[in-house]
């Protein structure tokens, strides 16, 4: 079991809502409540009357953006890192995905109108782009500024806005005959472009300017959106349709899989996250959080505590007595688990969403 450092309870905790402060602080949220959490569980502040099943992203300059749903629509919210607020604007958001920001500044964000808006960080919009179609995911930002996104390039391809809200063309001279789904996409360090997708068993390398790479048949559907780590591997999650557990594995940066393990659960699909030691976090649907070394083995198993609803027995009552049974046996299925969230200081903040969610950090994982 690994220590833990404290647990904080957070009634209606969402589990899309979540970043961590270069500080190590967590911003999380209940309802429609904001909450700033310091890494010793302390509550820095609450902000009321915030977005509601929203996603947040943290700026250089330490100012909060978050997306989500705010007196009846979406909004784009942004507040200091006091908790403070500073202004919002009316923008289509995707669901439980935070904006994107540029090198710059620059607040993107998209969703089903076809179009990719960008905000500078005092909340004016600056450009609109027609997309053409609708987005699939998230804009994602290269070095330079330029945004990748999903356009109406013949054969489904990915296009390219500049930081100044013009066409710089397609990303690559590859086109898909399936759309591409950017919410399960991601870009290595040097601007290659990992794809993956629902219903999709492979994990195409894209090349900018250029073909792909090369491409990993996996037998598997991803599930996951795919990170690297510091050596240029790739590791993501995916369920096996014939034992319907997900599995995750690592592929080289030569297209080549290094390794894969069978989680032996049913519910896997949260993005891992890297310690700052290489070790290798996710969640599972028991719930519970793992800690795997680089090489795919397990360093620990840590089975999440399942909050029971209590329930006052009234003598007699079978409907109460079927209420505590339920509440005492219930899947876990039903209990959302929050993605793991790794500290500078290599701990780690996971929880489980719902009326009795909570928040646990743990210590930073012994070698």
Same mark, same amino acid.
């Given at each position: 079991m690994p220590p833990i450092r404290w647990r904080l309870?957070?009634?209606?905790?969402? +589990?899309n809502l @979540?970043?961590?402060? *270069?500080? @190590?602080?967590l911003i999380t949220g209940s309802g429609d409540v &904001?909450?700033?959490i310091d890494r010793d569980g302390k509550i820095l502040w609450n902000f009321t009357n915030g977005p509601s099943l929203g996603s947040v992203a943290v700026g250089s300059n330490t100012d909060l953006y978050f997306a989500g749903y705010r007196q009846g629509t979406r909004r784009l919210v942004c507040l200091d890192s006091s908790g403070r607020f500073r202004w919002d604007q009316r923008a289509v958001v995707i669901d439980g995905y935070p904006p994107v920001l540029a090198p710059d500044g620059t607040v993107l964000t998209s969703g089903t109108d076809r179009e990719l808006h960008a905000f500078s960080p005092d909340g004016k919009p600056v450009w609109t782009f027609d997309i053409g179609s609708a987005t699939y995911g998230p804009p994602l930002i290269r070095p330079d500024g330029t945004s990748i996104v999903l356009g109406p390039i013949p054969g489904a391809g990915l296009r390219l806005i500049g930081p100044d809200g013009k066409s710089r063309g397609a990303f690559s001279t590859h086109r898909f005959t399936n759309e591409p789904n950017l919410r399960q996409a991601t870009l290595g360090p040097d601007g290659t472009l990992y794809l993956a997708g629902s219903g999709a068993e492979f994990l195409r390398a894209v090349t900018p300017g250029g073909p792909v790479r090369w491409t990993v048949e996996l037998d598997l559907d991803a599930a996951s959106r795919p990170i690297v780590d510091s050596t240029g591997r790739i590791i993501l999650t995916a369920k096996n349709s014939r034992t319907e557990h997900f599995e995750i594995l690592a592929i080289s940066?030569? @297209?080549? &899989?290094?390794w894969r393990r069978d989680l032996g659960v049913s519910y896997a699909d949260s993005s891992p996250a890297l310690g700052t030691d290489g070790s290798i976090f996710l969640t599972s649907g028991e719930p519970a959080l793992w800690c795997l070394k680089p090489d795919g083995? &397990?360093?620990?198993?840590? *089975?999440? +505590? *399942? +909050?029971i609803q209590w329930v006052k027995l009234q003598r007699n009552s079978l409907a109460s007595w079927s209420l505590f049974v339920r509440e005492l046996f219930r899947t876990p299925r039903a209990i959302a688990h929050t993605p793991p969230w790794v500290a500078p200081d290599g701990s780690v903040r996971v929880g489980l969403a719902g009326a009795q969610g909570y928040l646990l950090s743990i210590e930073r994982p012994l070698p």
């Open positions: 309870n957070l009634a209606n905790l969402q +589990p @979540g970043a961590l402060t *270069r500080d @190590g602080t &904001v909450t700033a940066p030569k @297209g080549s &899989v290094e083995t &397990v360093r620990w198993k840590y *089975r999440l +505590p *399942r +909050p």
